[in-house]
């Protein structure tokens, strides 16, 4: 008897935003094998940990045994969840909704969808809640990833466009990261950094961040900012370009408008009030500022350290001031470039997969772009009132004005910030309808509905990377038991809905697969700052290429604004003059220590993946709340010994242990671990689940991406 034949499936990897891409290898319709695609242009046949791995995660018996194989329901709160047919499960989703829409209408109903859909899932998402039931409230968990950067982006430049790319890191002379660990967040661009560095010495690392991370240890000079002082830093650096001269008069002349404001406005961020409330040196931050601004070519990197803020969009802005003033932008080499947390949500982004946005990178607040898009979908108008965002959305939930809440391929019961108002939302709700792969997420265990959803190495479709690079993901093999695609969810929860919500009509949903719902995507971009209309899905077949691709280009474009003219109603980038604001919870005599979230080298979101396989607990076994020796020291705690981190929100217990990468009074601990790792009460006796149990729901007035990075604690011996 022959060997079934081995087959080879070019796609990418589903974590982190870099991505990269893979070749999958399969046999009678098993995943057997992953390897880093050599002609993928963003990681040239490398991978990390993370990603060489993937095989090993798709088919390691703990993560066949968690996966959902076929809908479930749960007849009563608390109950456990039986089978039920395809049929039944929509069925029952759609009447609920229908009476939903009808007794409270349509924005008694939220969607919450995640970075980790491919951009043809998100579009239908989107059409289904904006165009069909007539609701903006659809959001992601971008929102808690990259609306500051998006916020930033359009302030500025007048588009979510991040104008540089990966190549840049071999062109530029100076390199200036800010609030990320890309050692662990994104391996493989920070090897393509190292090796930058090793082939030209004479680049210039600066790394800004409260912590003296593994990316910090390629740094030529590294600043301990305090906790959210980025904004102080930056106004301080262009402080010191004025005094300096360091400037580009004439690029700021031709090419931008807001500068005489910008200028009054960082008059008082003299050297020495940013040395002592950033807690730096006058001459380190001279010394950083000279590098950026007299550097042939300086790249900003940047990621979570500035989103999430509760003023992240003043600091993604404050750090584009920089380049702008410098002329630092529109070359190779140079300008800002911020890592995407997911893999995609830019794609998301691109078909306004949130609940501020519009296809095509269109703004919902614009009634020309409303109108747009209504002409697009065949519809009379899209809705003008405001979506509720990620944690506006949950906070409606909890106050009873949702009613319905639709989750697809996230976990909000484990990472978003305040647990407790989470489980009031997913208990009010009288419905809630959770899409996933796995059975095992914490908010599977408050569905009234679980549908089970295909995974990595089953899915059709498309995503792009932090560098606009769109690439196609294929199917290595079938999606196990009853799973279906998530387009395929929403298209067949939108025609159920629409044979109630508008009988006889024409369908809006005539998709018959992935490829009809990107050709609609990518016609809604004809004339946007993201145009793709020149990148056909027989083209994208050939390789990824880079937005925007415009009817007759012949590829994308590699870096943006080289021309100086920006995406503005002058053409011109505007300064943006937003003052320095503290934390919105700031350490005090009751909760005295500042405590940081991140990621693990090893580790993505929830472990629902990467939490299934032994070997990516080497690195990190268990967790840990990382504590300066001398803190550990003046409290009495032993290394490992179990303490308890108290909020204004929640309580954990987790054993301590001695970092002197922290400074004194700040703390950090991953955020991956569950409720399998970590447990905890509330004041009221209600069970919690990991570090999102502390942290707040404040969030940035403009991007409202809420503040994960800075939570006031206590800790004590338990
Ligand atoms: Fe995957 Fe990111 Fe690692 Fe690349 S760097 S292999 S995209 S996790």
Redesign the pocket.
């Known amino acids: 008897m022959s060997a079934l034949p081995v087959t080879h499936t070019r796609s ?9 891409g ?1 070749v999958i290898e399969a046999q009678g319709g098993r995943i057997t094998g992953v390897q ?1 695609d050599p002609l993928h242009p ?2 040239f046949g ?7 791995t ?1 095989h090993l995660t798709a088919t390691a018996e703990v993560t066949r045994q968690a996966r959902l194989l076929q809908p479930m329901q749960r007849l009563e709160r608390g109950a456990a969840p039986v089978p039920v047919s395809w049929d039944a499960a929509l069925d029952t989703a759609s009447s609920e909704i229908a009476r939903i829409v009808t007794d409270h209408g349509p924005d008694a109903v939220g969607f919450y969808l995640s970075g980790q859909l491919l951009t043809e899932d998100y579009y239908a998402f989107n059409k289904l809640a904006k165009g069909l039931l007539g609701t903006n409230n659809l959001d992601t968990n971008s929102r808690l990833c990259m609306s500051s950067a998006v916020a930033g982006y359009k302030a500025t430049l007048g588009a979510d466009a991040p104008p540089a790319c990966y190549e840049d890191i071999e062109r530029a002379h100076c390199v200036f990261i800010v609030g990320s660990n890309m050692a662990w967040a ?4 920070f090897r393509r950094l190292e090796a930058a560095k090793a082939a030209n010495p004479a680049m210039k690392i600066i790394v800004a961040d409260p912590r003296r991370t593994d990316t910090a240890s390629l740094a030529d000079l590294f600043l301990p900012i305090a906790p959210g002082s980025d904004v102080l830093l930056f106004h301080g650096m262009l402080h010191l370009m004025l005094w300096e001269g360091w400037i580009d008069s004439d690029y700021i002349a031709a090419h931008t408008t807001g500068f005489e404001a910008l200028k009054n406005l960082v008059r008082s961020a003299t050297p020495e009030r940013v040395a002592q409330e950033c807690g730096v040196r006058v001459d380190d931050v001279l010394q950083a500022t000279r590098w950026f601004a007299q550097s042939p070519a300086s790249l900003s990197l940047y990621c979570q350290g500035l989103n999430q803020s509760s003023s992240g969009t003043a600091k993604n802005a404050a750090l584009i001031n920089l380049h702008l003033a410098t002329g630092q932008i529109g070359k190779p080499g140079a300008g800002p470039l911020s890592l995407t947390g997911q ?1 995609n949500a830019m794609g998301g982004r691109e078909v306004g997969g949130m609940a501020n946005l519009l296809s095509g990178h269109r703004d919902l607040a614009n009634a020309t772009h409303r109108a747009e898009v209504a002409a697009l979908w065949g519809i009379p108008e899209v809705p003008a009132a405001p979506g509720k965002t990620a944690i506006e959305m949950f906070e409606a939930a909890a106050d009873g004005q949702i009613k319905a809440l639709w989750i697809a391929c996230t976990n909000p019961a484990q990472s978003m910030p305040d647990q407790r108002m989470v489980q009031r939302a997913l208990e009010r709700a009288e419905l809630v309808v959770v899409q996933e792969a796995f059975t095992t997420t914490e908010t599977a265990r408050h569905a009234h509905l679980l549908l089970p959803a295909s995974s990595w190495g089953e899915k059709i479709g498309t995503v792009t ?1 932090s560098e606009r690079r769109i690439s196609r993901v294929r199917a290595a093999v079938p999606a196990p038991g009853m799973a279906r695609h998530d387009w395929q969810i929403a298209v067949e929860l939108a025609h159920r809905l629409e044979a109630r919500l508008r009988p006889g009509q024409r369908t809006l949903f005539p998709y018959a697969g992935p490829q009809a719902l990107w050709e609609e995507h990518r016609s809604s971009t004809a004339g946007r700052d993201l145009d793709i209309t020149g990148l056909s899905w027989e083209r994208l077949e050939q390789g990824p290429q880079q937005w925007p691709m415009p009817e007759g280009a012949s590829q994308g474009q590699a870096r943006l604004y080289e021309n100086g003219i920006f995406p503005t109603p002058d053409g011109k980038a505007r300064f943006h003059s937003a003052s320095y604001q503290p934390l919105a919870e700031p350490v005090d005599a009751r909760y005295p220590f500042g405590l940081t979230t991140g990621r693990l080298r090893d580790q ?1 979101h929830g472990m629902s993946r990467t939490g299934t396989l032994g070997r990516l607990f080497s690195h990190t076994a268990e967790p840990r709340l990382h504590m300066h020796p001398q803190d550990m020291q003046r409290r009495g705690f032993a290394e490992g010994e179990l303490v308890q981190i108290a909020s204004r929100r929640g309580t954990l217990m987790v054993p301590v242990q001695a970092d002197t990468q922290l400074a004194p009074t700040r703390l950090f601990m991953a955020m991956h671990w569950g409720s399998e790792f970590l447990g905890g009460r509330a004041e009221n006796g209600e069970r919690l689940l990991g570090i999102n149990a502390l942290t707040q729901p404040a969030f940035c007035p403009t991007s409202k991406q809420p503040e994960l990075k800075h939570t006031a604690v206590k800790v004590s011996k338990v």
């Open positions: 990418t990897c589903p974590y982190c935003g870099v991505g990269c893979v880093g963003a990681n490398k991978l990390c940990t993370k990603g060489s993937l994104h391996p493989i661009l893999p990377n993505w």
